[in-house]
T-cell receptor, first 114, second 113 residues
């Protein structure tokens, strides 16, 4: 069974540009989560989508946004990129609507903002 | 608010040593879930174990074992007879009612040959 996949693996942008990151969940999973892992800041929760709706949001500015498609894949968009947005962005998926269900992670997209 | 503390930032051991990674959590929820993940240099977080707050039984899986103690709010992870392939960053995490997974800052384990 295929795991969570993310694309691209690496992304290099300049300050002020927009970045789009993509995630495909494990088959049968309806929930998708996004996390940012910046150097020295640990893993920070960004967004949670389930059944196409945004269910929860971390403490990030509105320029971080996303969506979930009918096939449960998801996009994370980061507008007006800043140098501090450079980080590993991890996507996870879970069965959804199940208390404490396990989140399985993808390999991540490493975003570098120059 | 929930909080997970991994006090050990980095641990270095020699192969075949046993090593314990500490995890202390804080929550007001009566129902919660605890997790351990491994992050090798490749970057992908690998799920290791999940426990719910009602199940304090310790668990062993091969060389890995976990000790969950509600009395001390701890969920420690022990690797027996460590191997070089165990070198990674290990994260403890918890989830309560908010569905948000809260991570500790991780412990970097280096196993030297």
């Amino acid at each position: 069974e295929a795991g969570v996949t993310q694309s691209p693996t690496h992304l290099i942008k300049t300050r002020g540009q927009q970045a789009t990151l993509r995630c495909s969940p494990i088959s049968g999973h309806t929930s998708v989560y996004w996390y940012q892992q910046a150097l020295g800041l640990g893993l920070q929760f960004l967004l949670w989508y389930d059944e196409g709706e945004e269910r929860n949001r971390g403490n990030f500015p509105p320029r971080f946004s996303g969506r979930q498609f009918p096939n449960y894949s998801s996009e994370l968009n980061v507008n007006a990129l800043e140098l501090e947005d450079s980080a590993l962005y991890l996507c996870a998926s879970s069965l959804g609507r199940v208390d404490g269900d396990t989140q399985y992670f993808g390999p991540g997209t490493r975003l570098t903002v120059l | 608010a929930q909080k997970v503390t991994q006090a050990q930032t980095e641990i270095s051991v020699v192969e075949k040593e046993d090593v314990t990674l500490d995890c202390v959590y804080e929550t007001r929820d009566t129902t919660y879930y605890l997790f351990w993940y491994k992050q090798p240099p490749s970057g992908e977080l690998v799920f290791l174990i999940r426990r719910n707050s009602f199940d304090e039984q310790n668990e062993i899986s091969g060389r890995y074992s976990w000790n969950f103690q509600k009395s001390t709010s701890s969920f420690n992870f022990t690797i027996t007879a460590s191997q070089v392939v165990d070198s990674a960053v290990y994260f403890c995490a918890m989830k309560g009612g908010s569905e948000k997974l809260v991570f500790g800052k991780g412990t970097k384990l280096t196993v030297n040959p």
